[in-house]
């Protein structure tokens, strides 16, 4: 069976620190890989996704960045982290359109 | 471009009771997949139920289901006999089945409290 793992779990970072977050997928080949913020009490807004190796689809410019350096594994960066980067963080992947998506346990990121 | 609405920020239903989320979506597409997640306070985004545009039929499981009604674009989510482990938000999803389209579309969601 696919599972897929996100971490950490919390992350506390001070502003203008870098950030690194990864996600990787078990149990399956090629699959479509998302990244999501959610702010408190708010939907998702969708940041990357990406449908192969090194393929990467951004869908808000900010100081946030994405690569898959390996089919089942992608990782969220910053170089330098703003106040407003703070968030819950998730990872999901999906193959076909009739699939749903699969999250990971998600990401609490806070900027102090 | 595809959008889901969800009107409703929150709602409340008492234990035992019957509760309906709407969810209402816009596209041009014939053939698409929507879904309904569920987030509980552990915020882990669950698959609560999912229906497809060509069939008619609407989707169940167990205590949820769905009313869809594809002229009217809409996709509410009834959950029956309301248990306190329903508490959470919602969220409707949509997912174009257009080649080289992979983005799910979700809305806003609305937070279900169930009262004891």
């Known amino acids: 069976s696919q599972t897929i793992h996100q971490w950490p779990a919390t992350l506390v970072q001070p502003v203008g620190s870098p950030l690194s977050l990864e996600c990787t997928v078990e149990?399956?080949?090629?699959?479509?890989l998302y990244w999501y913020r959610q702010a408190a009490g708010r939907g998702l807004q969708l940041l990357f996704y990406?449908?192969?190796?090194?393929?990467i689809s951004s869908e808000v410019p900010q100081n946030l960045s994405a690569s898959r350096p390996q089919d089942r594994q992608f990782i969220l960066s910053s170089k330098k982290l703003l106040l407003s980067d703070s968030g819950f963080y998730l990872c999901?992947?999906?193959?076909?359109?009739?699939?749903?998506?699969?999250f990971g346990d998600g990401t609490r990121l806070s900027i102090l | 471009a595809q959008t889901v609405t969800q009107s409703q920020p929150e709602m409340s239903v008492q234990e035992a009771e019957t509760v309906t989320l709407s969810c209402t979506y816009d596209?041009?597409?014939?053939?698409?997949?929507l879904f309904w997640y569920k987030q509980p306070p552990s915020r882990q985004m669950i698959l609560v139920i999912r229906?497809?545009?060509?069939?008619?039929q609407n989707a169940t499981e167990n205590r949820f289901s769905v009313n869809f009604q594809k002229a009217a674009k809409s996709f509410s989510l009834k959950i029956s006999d309301s248990q306190l482990g329903d508490a959470a938000m919602y969220f409707c999803?949509?997912?174009?089945?257009?080649?080289?389209?992979?983005?799910?579309?979700f809305g806003t969601g609305t937070r279900l409290k169930v009262l004891a």
């Open positions: 999901a992947w999906s193959m076909a359109p009739n699939q749903p998506q699969h």
């Open positions: 999803a949509y997912r174009s089945t257009t080649s080289g389209t992979y983005k799910y579309i």
């Open positions: 990406s449908v192969g190796i090194g393929q």
């Open positions: 229906q497809e545009a060509y069939k008619q």
């Open positions: 596209t041009s597409e014939s053939d698409y997949y």
């Open positions: 149990g399956t080949s090629n699959p479509n």
